[in-house]
T-cell receptor
Framework: QQPVQSPQAVILREGEDAVINCSSS?????VHWYRQKHGEAPVFLMI?????EQKGHEKISASFNEKKQQSSLYLTASQLSYSGTYFC??????????FGPGTRLSVLP | DAGVIQSPRHEVTEMGQEVTLRCKLI?????LFWYRQTMMRGLELLIY????????DSGMPEDRFSAKMPNASFSTLKIQPSEPRDSAVYFC?????????????FGEGSRLTVL
């Protein structure tokens, strides 16, 4: 069951902050975040397991609200290099990992 | 260390032809995933293997698609016969952990165009 991501797309200026949300209609075991730059493969950012955040990356962090069955990715003081499509991936108990539809982030100078 | 290696990077073929995509896993990884990416459908899991055994192939579109893992480090995805709707970027990814529970390491992808 594919998670829902919002917004679908966001445009920022360098230095601005952004939040990308990922939500599920089912109880989650874990949430993963990946970034894919245009023409490249997705690259792992972090995984959040039930009970708390496990890893951060540069000025990018994330939270996992188990009760609300959602995760948020926070990009602070965005840089041009942050541009790309951000995918959350959700893992359910006993089921395979599923990617969300993605959020396209564009950071302008 | 070398990452996941896919070949070919680009393939253009005509409808009805056989297409074989190849993937070499990162040494020591025991899970292999084939994904297909299109604008319309996003990143779809086609099949995944653990320790060379296909665990879940429910994402394979139809009998025209088949995947094998003849040894611990190599996999192929075959489409026969190919159709224009198969045009997409095909990624393979490897992992140390089953079901995608851990970090997935993606190859650079094979861009397939079926005319």
């Amino acid at each position: 069951q594919q998670p829902v991501q919002s917004p679908q797309a966001v445009i920022l200026r360098e230095g601005e902050d952004a939040v990308i949300n990922c939500s599920s209609s089912k109880a989650l075991y874990s949430v993963h975040w990946y970034r894919q730059k245009h023409g490249e493969a997705p690259v792992f950012l972090m995984i959040l397991l039930k009970g708390g955040e496990q890893k951060g990356h540069e000025k990018i962090s994330a939270s996992f609200n188990e009760k609300k069955q959602q995760s948020s990715l926070y990009l602070t003081a965005s840089q041009l290099s942050y541009s790309g499509t951000y995918f959350c991936g959700t893992e359910y108990y006993g089921q395979n990992f599923v990617f969300g539809p993605g959020t396209r982030l564009s950071v302008l100078p | 260390d070398a990452g996941v290696i896919q070949s070919p990077r680009h393939e253009v073929t005509e409808m009805g032809q056989e297409v074989t995509l190849r993937c070499k896993l990162i040494s020591g990884h025991n899970s292999l995933f084939w994904y297909r990416q299109t604008m319309m459908r996003g990143l779809e899991l086609l099949i995944y293997f653990n320790n060379n055994v296909p665990i879940d192939d429910s994402g394979m579109p139809e009998d025209r698609f088949s995947a094998k893992m003849p040894n611990a480090s190599f996999s192929t995805l075959k489409i026969q016969p190919s159709e224009p709707r198969d045009s997409a970027v095909y990624f393979c990814a490897s992992s140390l952990v089953q079901r995608g529970s851990g970090e997935l390491f993606f190859g650079e992808g094979s861009r397939l165009t079926v005319l």
